[in-house]
């Protein structure tokens, strides 16, 4: 896991005012609610005395009390009284249920891992898809999600996994992807074509005006988006739910057509044509072993698998830089 990034983890739509939702993130679990303010709040979902489930408190006007020892918590999650220490004794600062930082926007919810005290900027996010209509899919996944990610970096598997949907052409022969970074923006250019027997790949310096050729978006630590046209993307969010387990969110976003009921009808169908793709990827990369993907692996990486050795680098140097405190 990467520390002290933003993740996406959840769709807006899910959490409802009336109800708190219990989720597990990261290996840990979480419990999320709003309150009249319509604003995300996120503890892990244990009291900091015994780690006893907040599923089980009493919540009166954000008065809380864990049903264990009575320890009670306000507003900010901090101990205001421990009974067994009587009502004359100040309780320790560091008595308090362990909050993150949320933010909320394009209908999903980001949450800040790990240190609130590192926060400098709010997530990103492919702010020019704010006026694209969409409809969303979530799908689990038995793997770590960095597996997950790695399959929509890979421009080798296309013809072989997709030859029945998006890649029918038999375009097997891959020249070596072009890949950019921008900060913690992975850009990569795609460029399949058939095999003639005589033709051999270029390598990405041989190719002219790659920036025409289709690419992909990937940001740092959890979000994607495949560039279709100026109007069509897909948009994907990778959440780690833990180290063998991830819940995928796609997204079909589109601005071609934009009545109010054929636009519902188009995303529909973009979203069970993206749903058709991402099961095909879904049988064979469960088969991976071990589930998390790693820097240091002893798999025969060739050329063409550039994007994703470039993940995992940029992935590993944030890693050491951000370490849990
Ligand atoms: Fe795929």
New binding site residues.
Partial sequence: MIYNQWYVILESKELKKSKPLKITRFSENLSLRRDENWKVWCVADKCCHRWVSLSCWKVVDWEIQCPFHGFTFDKTWACTHIPANGKNTPVPKTMRVKSYKTFEDFWFIWVWWWDIDEIKEEPFFFKELWDFSYSTLKDHWNVHYSRAIE?QLDVV??PF??KTTIWRWNKTLVNWPVVEREGELLIFYVNNILDDWKTKPLKPEEIKNYKKLFHLQFHYPNIWQNFISDKIRIFAAFVPVDEENSIIYIRYYQKVVTSPFLKQLVNYIGKVSSLI?LR??KRVVETQLPKKSSLKSDEHIIMWDKPIVEYRLHRQELIDKKTRN
């Fill in positions: 399959n598997h296309l996994v997709h793709i095909q990827d």
